[in-house]
């Protein structure tokens, strides 16, 4: 309910929100034309962002991206993947995470439901596809992110959801 009363953005069928005011026109736009740029450089691709992901929502995640099948959202936190803007900029590093996050939707699709034995394999599974994004868009993600890497443990994920919860909380009081 608090999400369809928070302003959010609908484009081609997915629904962006953030729900920060100081970030949220910044973020919209950035979305918009992460999408724009997966539909110019891939179709089929896109296509697949389209059926998986229905609600890209901008809060904090450890690894800068998570997807949920239930609801089919898939959670982004632009600053975790700051690192890939030097290389690509925030458009084609948001485009490849969002190409990523849809595999994850596609194998759930498929019934293949990830468990502790075979997140790592899942993983390199986007990875590779993901890399096989960034190849078709003419761009080179190597070092950005291992076709192996393995996923942090859901332990790390809360500490890591609470450090940033709190220092957004602090921004937003205290403006530190």
């Known amino acids: 309910m608090a999400l369809w009363l928070s302003p959010h953005f609908d484009y081609q069928g997915i ?8 970030t949220r026109d910044r973020f919209t736009s950035l979305v918009q034309e992460a999408l724009a ?12 962002v389209l ?5 890209i929502n901008h809060l904090p995640r450890v ?24 290389l690509h900029g925030n458009v084609g590093a948001l485009a490849c995470v969002l190409v990523h996050e849809s595999v994850h939707g596609e194998l759930f699709t498929r019934h293949v439901l990830e468990t502790s ?16 994004f960034a190849r078709r868009a003419n761009f080179n993600i ?4 291992e076709e192996s890497a ?14 940033r919860c709190l220092e957004m909380l602090r921004h937003d009081l205290f403006g530190r």
């Open 150 to 163: 393995t996923p942090p443990s859901y332990g790390q994920q809360l500490r890591f959801a609470f450090r």
């Open 51 to 55: 059926r998986e992901i229905k609600l």
């Open 37 to 48: 740029f997966i539909s110019e450089k891939d179709p089929n691709r896109y296509r697949r």
């Open 63 to 86: 690894t800068g991206a998570q997807y949920f099948r239930p609801s089919r959202v898939c959670y982004i936190d632009e600053q975790v993947f700051q690192a890939a803007k030097s």
């Open 15 to 22: 629904t962006i929100v953030d729900f920060r005011p100081e």
């Open 142 to 145: 190597e070092g950005w992110v």
């Open 117 to 132: 034995r075979n997140r790592s394999r899942i993983e390199g599974l986007c990875n590779r596809e993901m890399a096989r």
